[in-house]
């Protein structure tokens, strides 16, 4: 599949119109149950050109256990001639447990970190149906309370990508992050963002200097685990001081 480069937002692309064939199979192999974006981990080679068409593919590589659970490994490439990106996603499908499967582990948590600033963004229904429009993630758990319900949420639920893709723009923000510099991403949430609700995010350093902390948060409590970025050289951090919204 091809795609433009253009698509690019906040550093993370719109891999839905790569995955969703999968996730549709892995629903149809379920009975029809959603299937949970669990984890996730972006590794960029390269910033492509914004004129430059990019060829993406994706494939389910593992199926592995989680508990009483199954978790899909899928892995994304995209290329331009060259390398440019490539993510692994966690899908997890409830109540199929398989005792042969090895078992899931999570991404390694990152070092002790010193907090740098905080964001506070907004999620709502209207959003996550924007969202929705602009990535091609139609699922309807993000966009109707009645079929969010009925996969048991209390109610429509914000987009993964697009809860990391916002926590990766609050380190924008903060100063912390050029896009450019942008080389690796690595997520795992600990629970979804029922809508709507206002979620705060924060960033710290770690001793690695190529290396950053992201926290997401709400009142209901924290949403990303064992979250990070890392940057080129070194370079994505511009100031020290706290920036609080």
Request: charged fraction near 20%; proline fraction near 8%.
């Amino acid at each position: 599949m091809t795609v433009a480069s253009g698509q690019f937002v906040a550093g993370l692309w719109p891999a839905a119109a790569l995955w969703r064939p999968h996730v549709e199979e892995i629903e149809r192999a379920h009975g029809g149950q959603p299937v949970i974006h669990l984890a996730q981990s972006t590794r960029f080679r390269r910033v492509p050109d914004p004129e430059e068409p990019l060829t993406g593919h994706c494939a389910i590589t593992d199926v592995l256990s989680l508990g009483p659970d199954l978790v899909h490994v899928l892995e994304i490439t995209l290329s331009a001639g060259t390398p440019v990106a490539s993510s692994e996603l966690a899908l997890l499908t409830r109540g199929h447990a398989d005792p042969s499967r090895r078992a899931w582990r999570p991404p390694r948590a990152p070092a002790a970190s010193t907090p740098i600033g905080t964001v506070c963004r907004d999620f709502t229904l209207d959003g996550a149906r924007r969202y929705a429009d602009a990535s091609g993630d139609q699922n309807p758990v993000h966009q109707s309370n009645p079929a969010a319900q009925a996969a048991g949420f209390p109610g429509a639920v914000a987009h993964g990508l697009h809860v990391l893709a916002t926590a990766l723009s609050a380190a924008h923000e903060l100063g912390v992050l050029r896009y450019r510099d942008l080389t690796e991403v690595t997520a795992r949430f600990a629970r979804p963002v029922v809508l709507p609700d206002t979620v705060r995010f924060a960033v710290a350093r770690t001793p690695d200097p190529r290396r950053f902390r992201l926290f997401a948060g709400t009142n209901s409590g924290e949403i990303l685990k064992a979250a990070s970025f890392g940057v080129a050289d070194g370079r994505g951090l511009s100031h020290d001081r706290a920036i609080k919204r």
